[in-house]
């Protein structure tokens, strides 16, 4: 069993993104869920950040953690430091309290402590009335402050950031030997984050210079990637039947679409009609959710989320199956 620390602030957003990842995935108390296994694949989660092998859960305080710890098998050697953490100020908890205590009762048990480079590390997670504590197993690679929209080579105005496009491309099953395409790929953020965890990504687009642009920032930020990136009519994708396995895109946003002056519903109406002619799964973002017109292209729906950019603009997610 393992104990997942979750980031952002919507939970359930983060835990469907953990399942591309883990199985058996419950919420446990706000920013922790419970995951029955895990894989490598939680190294490449964006809402995420490590996954710890559970040692128990017991009262969020620092001497119920510290009798589940004194009564829990230990089945490892070595050194070991212990961190401990408050979620979103739900507990009052003093952390240096009880990374000292519980530091001392594995002290207490033969282990050396080593702050800087420990060969395990213990984690007590304190979140409402619960407290995890878990040896960490996998953490995930935040970097994603290397690929901001506006350092790309090539930018626009509302380009998604990439820790969403990574969320977007793992809830989509993107992963090593799996190609991601993407109908409206705009600057390619993306097409990126689909690469960057292992996935072919194919991107199209109306406009000649998001192509160009897409293909640019894919150069720069994954190099060695299979990717492809063509002018195309997402309504029309020259695809064979069942030849992706994960569909991502962002729907224009407002009431008419600039691309070949079509009316937006028709456009994202036949883009989703398409998506599921050439693949099993999808996720659409929108200013609105484009989940009516999913269920007529045929679409099940798994999942609905609200994402609150700013004040004037929040983002539908929209998960789909076959």
């Known amino acids: 069993m393992y104990v997942l620390e979750l980031g952002g602030q919507d939970d359930e957003f983060a835990a469907c993104e953990a399942a591309s990842a883990a199985t058996g995935v419950e919420l446990l108390a706000p920013g922790i869920a419970r995951a029955a296994t895990v894989t490598e694949r939680v190294s490449t989660l964006a809402y995420t950040h490590r996954a710890n092998e559970l040692v128990g859960t017991t009262d969020a305080d620092v001497a119920s953690a510290r009798a589940l710890l004194s009564a829990a098998p230990m089945d490892r050697e070595g050194t070991v430091a212990v961190r401990a953490r408050t979620v979103r100020e739900t507990a009052d908890i003093s952390t240096q309290q009880a990374e000292r205590e519980l530091g001392q009762v ?85 097409l990126i984050e689909a690469a960057l965890v292992g996935a072919r990504p194919l991107g199209a687009d109306a406009q000649d210079k998001m192509v160009r642009g897409a293909a640019r920032n894919l150069a720069r930020y994954a190099p060695d990637a299979d990717a492809a990136t063509v002018r195309g009519d997402a309504t029309h994708l020259p695809l064979a039947d069942d030849t992706i396995d994960g569909v991502v895109f962002d729907a224009p946003y407002g009431r008419q679409s600039k691309i070949a002056n079509l009316d937006l519903d028709d456009l994202v109406s036949g883009a989703l009609a398409e998506a599921h002619r050439v693949a099993s799964r999808a996720v659409v973002v929108g200013d609105r959710s484009w989940a009516g017109e999913a269920r007529n292209a045929g679409w099940n729906v798994e999942d609905e989320f609200e994402r609150r950019v700013h004040r004037s603009l929040t983002r539908y997610v929209v998960v789909l199956s076959d």
């Open 106 to 190: 594995l002290v207490d048990r033969g282990f050396a402590v080593d702050l800087d480079d420990p060969d395990h590390e213990l984690r007590a997670t304190f979140s409402g009335g619960v407290c995890a504590l878990g040896w960490t197993a996998v953490e995930s690679v935040r970097d994603y402050g290397t690929r901001r929209p506006t350092d790309r080579p090539f930018f626009q105005p509302g380009s998604m950031d990439p820790l969403l496009a990574r969320a977007l491309v793992n809830i989509a099953g993107a992963r090593e030997g799996t190609t991601v395409l993407d109908p409206m790929c705009g600057t390619g953020g993306v």
